[in-house]
């Protein structure tokens, strides 16, 4: 195969790919066990000048990129991304090994050792896990499969640590460009499990192409990296047993090999993207969902204070687990799940064919194992207010570092404000959520009854008075009607789940940053698919590959001079309310589209642009203030009493705070579950009804999954899993 030859390049739709880390193909949603792809979109801003020319001229003659990287003794041979356009080429480098796997749950090293020659025109095999029927396209953007490419993945549970790096054209190790690095997160599949699987894409599947595009037209270039992890059993799982094999093979710690993978991978960045054109000095971290959560992970561990490996991080709609369990409480649910395979020792464990382990372990999480997260890393999760009446030791240490702001002599308005110099382990952060985040729990929370409810709150809460508190602020009762209840309970979740963790670090970071250093935003812009600020939108808006509905290609110029007027200046009057009702002299109002192209463009533009200046070391707005995405296409700094207003803030000092981030951290949890499981005739209900919706091997597989996690909750004996199972097959 001659690697050297040379292709003809024409702008054109990104293709399919079956790797996590494609960043122009697809949008950039992973999680622990499968791939999220979206279809590609015409490369954002190309000029006028370029879509006016006839076809045959947008022909460019281009030569396949090469790195020649003398620290590794290797030449890494690229593609040209379809992407890219005479004024910015993008180059990607594709499944290029990070680290090795010794074996299963084993901690992974480092891997430098190449031939001569790497091929890098392909994505690399990504972690064992479930394959869904229905896309997460469809599930979570309103996407129909029709309308996608088809994408094959191959899974391997010992290669599925690589990476893909995606850099404009003509770097050299002398450029030393900002770098991002980006962390997949998690999806709900919902008929699965009530809890969150992670599914991955192939580490190439998602849209950093048009960030890395984005940034050379605006004259801020960055290089994105992207990667595969262990998931799952295979990446988090945890106990007594475990340790001890650890332990005789000179592993530190236990569980967390998912987290470790990535640690190895800002190992990999730190030592080799220079020669690939990035600055290892200036390394972004940047995440969503339970991705987000693991960069929280890392700013909370032991190896960041020892030995930081990135420099400042964004954090967006983290699905956070302040509740970690310990070791035994791990190894619990880890004998359970060898009992079920009839097994006792760790390696037997180790035998079982990765296929046969699908559905067990798929949420299984981050563990305190006693090393991983430094002393005293659960007070990031305390309100202000918690911290003042409880000083833990770790944050009496952090409380030296006081940073003055000091005042800006930049032309750029924002651009003093990162010139303080806080110690390396407390990274600069941007942090934030979506206005509906619970929407991935919404199919369980539709089947809550208000009695139901109640009754759940009052056992978690074990407080006739705090629960109450709760259920009054939330105004839900026994009588609060179906309807009515559903939505109640979703704003619970959301709250307990995403919005008060998320502000509760950010507050925390703040502080520990001497009142500088964070950034908060919230987003409440629609997607435009999905007529609501839902879980993962604001991936749709910062990889920018969708394709827009007609309704949204296709505005009204009225609205458009109505949006032009209203949105003409970057911020409002702090006094006024934030809302806008479109209406006749009578009062009546009528519903316009959420979201149209100048919406959807504004929006998508403000985004990326923040991003990047962030990640080249500038201030991405006024950290005394809180940046706004949507609705109706708004954006720009905000007070906070703007920011009250967004989220329900009183609430959660009122209600929340009193009972503790571990109990509201459970009801959430409880609530997002949905109604508990209680007998066999409600084995038999879920396995017809999961069996007569969905034909075919794939939900055979979806309600063996479901028996096996009830059991390993001890929902159900083993005698019953059995008996689910045949009910499911002959559904089938």
């Avoid at 041979?77 to 680290?99: C, L, M």
């Avoid at 007070?379 to 005042?407: G, M, N, T, V, Y």
């Avoid at 409440?524 to 920018?544: C, E, I, K, S």
């Avoid at 969905?694 to 909750?713: M, N, V, W, Y």
């Amino acid at each position: 195969m001659n690697l050297f030859r040379e292709d003809w390049l024409m702008p054109s739709f990104p293709t399919a790919h079956t790797n996590c880390a494609d960043p122009g193909s697809l949008v950039f949603y992973h999680s622990r066990t499968c791939l999220v792809r979206l279809p590609p979109s015409p490369p954002p801003s190309l000029p006028t000048t370029i879509c006016s020319m006839p076809i045959a001229q947008m022909y460019c003659k281009v030569s396949a990129p090469q790195v020649h990287h003398i620290p590794l003794q290797s030449t890494f041979h690229g593609v040209v991304h379809s992407i890219s356009t005479p004024e910015a080429q993008v180059h990607q480098y594709r499944g290029i090994k990070y680290a090795s796997i010794p074996a299963r749950f084993r901690q992974s090293k480092l891997f430098t050792s190449y031939k001569s020659s790497t091929d890098a025109t392909k994505y690399g095999p990504i972690c064992p896990q479930y394959k869904s029927r229905e896309s997460i396209e469809e599930a979570m953007f309103g996407l129909s499969d029709d309308n996608l490419p088809k994408q094959s993945f191959k899974q391997n549970e010992f290669e599925c640590l690589n990476l893909n790096i995606t850099a404009p054209a003509g770097l050299n190790p002398h450029s030393r460009i900002p770098v991002m690095v980006w962390i997949h997160g998690a999806i709900c599949l919902l008929l699965l499990t009530e809890e969150l699987i992670e599914e991955q894409a192939p580490a190439g599947s998602t849209t950093e192409a048009a960030l890395v595009h984005r940034s050379t037209l605006i004259g801020k270039p960055i290089i994105m990296v992207t990667f595969n992890f262990r998931l799952g059993l295979f990446g988090f799982a945890a106990g007594p047993m475990l340790r001890e094999d650890n332990k005789a093979v000179g592993d530190e710690g236990v569980g967390n090999y998912g987290l470790r993978d990535q640690r190895k991978l800002l190992e990999w960045v730190h030592h080799f993207i220079g020669d690939f054109g990035g600055n290892p000095s200036n390394i972004t971290l940047f995440g969503e969902s339970t991705g987000a959560a693991d960069i929280v992970s890392h700013l909370l561990s032991t190896a960041n204070e020892t030995r930081p490996l990135f420099h400042r991080a964004i954090v967006q709609s983290a699905i956070l687990e302040p509740n970690a369990p310990d070791v035994s409480a791990a190894g619990w649910h880890l004998s359970r799940l060898m009992s079920a395979l009839h097994i006792t020792t760790v390696e037997q464990l180790r035998a079982i064919d990765a296929d046969k382990l699908f559905a067990y372990g798929l949420t299984l999480r981050n563990v305190d194992d006693g090393v991983f997260f430094r002393s005293g890393w659960r007070s990031c999760f305390q309100p202000d207010d918690a911290h003042l009446r409880d000083h833990h030791a770790f944050s009496e240490l952090l409380s030296i570092h006081k940073i003055p702001k000091r005042p800006s002599r930049s032309p750029h308005p924002n651009a003093g404000l990162t010139a303080f110099h806080p110690p390396a382990n407390l990274q600069p952060l941007v942090i934030g959520d979506c206005a509906s985040d619970s929407s991935v729990w919404s199919l369980h929370a539709a089947q809550w009854t208000a009695p139901a409810v109640v009754r759940r709150i009052k056992a978690v809460c074990q407080s006739l008075s705090k629960g109450t508190n709760l259920m009054h602020a939330y105004d839900i009762s026994p009588y609060t009607s179906d309807d009515e209840v559903v939505q109640r309970v979703l704003d619970l979740i959301n709250d307990a789940r995403v919005a008060w963790p998320t502000e509760c670090v950010a507050q925390s970071a703040r502080r520990d940053r001497g009142g500088h250093g964070v950034w908060r935003y919230v987003f409440d812009q629609d997607g435009p698919t999905v007529n609501l600020p839902h879980h993962a939108v604001d991936l749709v808006y910062l990889f920018d590959n969708v394709p827009l509905p007609e309704s949204v290609r296709s505005p009204s110029s009225s609205m458009m001079s109505f949006y032009g007027d209203f949105c003409e200046f970057d911020d409002v009057d702090e006094d006024s309310d934030d809302s806008v009702v479109i209406g006749d002299e009578d009062g009546c109002s009528w519903i316009q589209p959420c979201v149209d192209v100048w919406s959807y463009t504004h929006v998508r533009d403000t985004m990326q642009e923040r991003w990047i200046a962030f990640a080249n070391g500038e201030a991405p707005w006024n950290d005394e203030k809180v940046f706004v995405f949507g609705p109706e296409g708004e954006s720009g700094e905000r007070s906070a009493c703007i920011f009250d207003g967004r989220r329900r803030r009183q609430v959660w000092k009122e209600a929340f705070e009193p009972l503790g981030m571990q109990v509201v951290h459970k009801v959430g949890l409880e609530l997002s579950r949905g109604p508990p499981v209680e007998g066999i005739l409600d084995i038999f209900f879920l396995s017809f009804h999961i069996s007569h919706m969905h034909s075919g091997l794939a939900f055979i597989f979806i309600g063996f999954g479901l028996a096996e996690h009830l059991f390993l909750r001890g929902v159900v004996t083993d005698s019953m899993v059995s008996v689910f199972k045949i009910v499911v097959i002959q559904g089938v």
